[in-house]
């Protein structure tokens, strides 16, 4: 027999086809762009990533404008094709923009993780899991403690989340290979170099 969990993750994999998805966006696009939200929206996501149902923890839900992170291209006349190329001006992906922003209003919370709850033709909504590292129940608990030390504050804004490595090019990719960058040989001459290290 298959549990809650389940059944949320299921509904989440098409959630359009949710009843309360059109009634639910209509209501967002009218609220500020950083909202304190009661509980989850995503109850099985928030779990995964380590969301708990006990002081300390605040839900803030995140309204980001879609679009306009390119340079648009110049309509005149005077520059080299070298010139006229579109670049991108924003190299962080919209989740780990979400969080700085989230990092940013609330000064005395950390970011622990978050994940994405809902888009339309304007915005993109994300959920962001914060805790407050100074909490008697997030000292007291054995796997979150760690955030209470100092060398952990800013995780959004020195891009140590989930969502800032993804952007960053740090997971895993290909069978049994180490993180792409940095690399191992990379390292090792920076610290040859340097004299650091002698091989």
Known sequence: MKGLTHYLREAWKN?????LWRAR???WRKTPAIVRV??????DRAHALGYKAKQGFVIVRVKLKRGGRKR??????????KRQTIRKILRMNYQWVAEQR???KYKNLEVLNSYWVAKDG???FYEIIMVDPQHPQIKNDKKLKWLADGKHRGRAFRGL??????SRG????????????????????????????KF
């Open 15 to 19: 959630p359009r086809e949710l009843e």
């Open 25 to 27: 966006l209509i209501e």
């Open 38 to 43: 009661e509980s989850p929206t995503r109850l």
């Open 72 to 81: 648009p291209r110049p309509t005149r006349k005077g520059r080299r094709s």
């Open 102 to 104: 989230a990092a940013r």
């Open 122 to 124: 304007q915005h993109y």
């Open 161 to 166: 989340t989930s969502a800032a490595r993804k």
């Open 170 to 197: 740090l997971r895993w990719k290909g069978k049994g290979t180490e993180k792409s960058r940095p690399s191992r040989r990379a390292a090792q001459r920076r610290l040859t170099l340097s004299g650091k290290r």
